[in-house]
């Protein structure tokens, strides 16, 4: 099993960061609490607070796959709230990618590292 990383970007809509914020830190709850292979997760803010950045790591597959069972229908909300993308960097299962098939969510697996 092969760890993975994870960033997603987001563009917030007009007047959408302070639903965003609230939002957030509900999921950064879910992932202290109820995930099992949440390794890091944390979110920045640029300093107009117009766009921000989410930064992942998990033990595997398939702690990314709990933690979005875990977040449920609180994703689409976050979602909701802006133009988001987003990678995953690793070397996902089957199931993964299955299921991220269909998502704007794009998959870099690795070629060189130290």
Request: glycine share 8%; no cysteine.
């Amino acid at each position: 099993m092969s760890e993975l990383q994870g960033i997603a970007r987001v563009k917030f809509h007009e007047g959408k960061v302070e639903e965003f914020k609230r939002l957030s830190a509900q999921a950064m709850e879910i992932a202290r609490t109820k995930d099992t292979g949440t390794l890091q997760y944390e979110i920045y803010l640029n300093d107009d607070q117009s766009e921000g950045i989410v930064l992942e790591r998990y033990k595997d597959s398939e702690a990314l796959i709990e933690h979005g069972a875990n977040l449920g229908d609180l994703s689409a909300a976050i979602f909701a709230t802006g133009s988001f993308s987003a990678e995953v960097f690793g070397e996902p299962s089957a199931e993964l990618r299955a299921s991220l098939a269909d998502s704007p969510v794009r998959i870099f697996t690795p070629y060189l590292s130290l």
